[in-house]
């Protein structure tokens, strides 16, 4: 399986690792499985692709797809506790094509009505983590 989740409770954090060839399907399972979970609501989100070596998407009509399905999944302020901010997410993506679709992603994400994370997208683990403020190392 190309992508690895691991939840870190405490500190809010979801991490999906994919690697390998990453099929547009398993990152619809990923959004299905992982966010249809109670436990993580409100939790920020990174997608590191720093180890895909090719990505198969079958146009842009299924990444805005894939964002419109993300966006009407979004934890909605005040569901979980007036304390509890949306999540944010951001995409670990240093190759070309990967960095592109996931910008193509944040922009048809930032259009869907429904959408309450902001998505950022970096070449770099580093600035991912400087950005979502985590500090020390990730496990999983």
């Given at each position: 399986m190309p992508i690895e989740v691991h939840v870190d409770h405490g500190?809010?954090?979801?991490?999906?690792?994919?690697?390998g060839?990453?099929?547009?399907?398993?990152?619809?399972?990923?959004q299905l499985s992982t966010w249809s979970r109670s436990d993580v609501a409100?939790?920020?989100?990174?997608?590191?692709?720093?180890?895909?070596?090719?990505?198969?998407v079958p146009s842009a009509a299924r990444v805005r797809e894939l964002a419109?399905?993300?966006?009407?999944?979004?934890?909605?302020?005040?569901?979980?506790?007036?304390?509890?901010?949306?999540?944010?997410?951001?995409?670990?993506?240093?190759q070309e094509i990967a960095h592109a679709l996931g910008k193509m992603y944040a922009?048809?994400?930032?259009?869907?009505?429904a959408s309450t994370k902001q998505v950022e997208v970096f070449r770099t683990m580093d600035s991912a983590l400087m950005f979502l403020g985590v500090t020390g190392p990730l496990e999983g």
């Open positions: 500190r809010r954090l979801v991490v999906a690792r994919a690697s060839v990453l099929q547009d399907h398993e990152v619809f399972g990923y409100g939790f920020d989100e990174l997608v590191d692709m720093t180890a895909v070596v090719e990505i198969e419109a399905l993300s966006a009407s999944m979004d934890q909605r302020v005040g569901t979980v506790g007036a304390e509890t901010p949306p999540g944010r997410f951001v995409i670990v993506a240093p922009v048809f994400r930032e259009m869907e009505p």
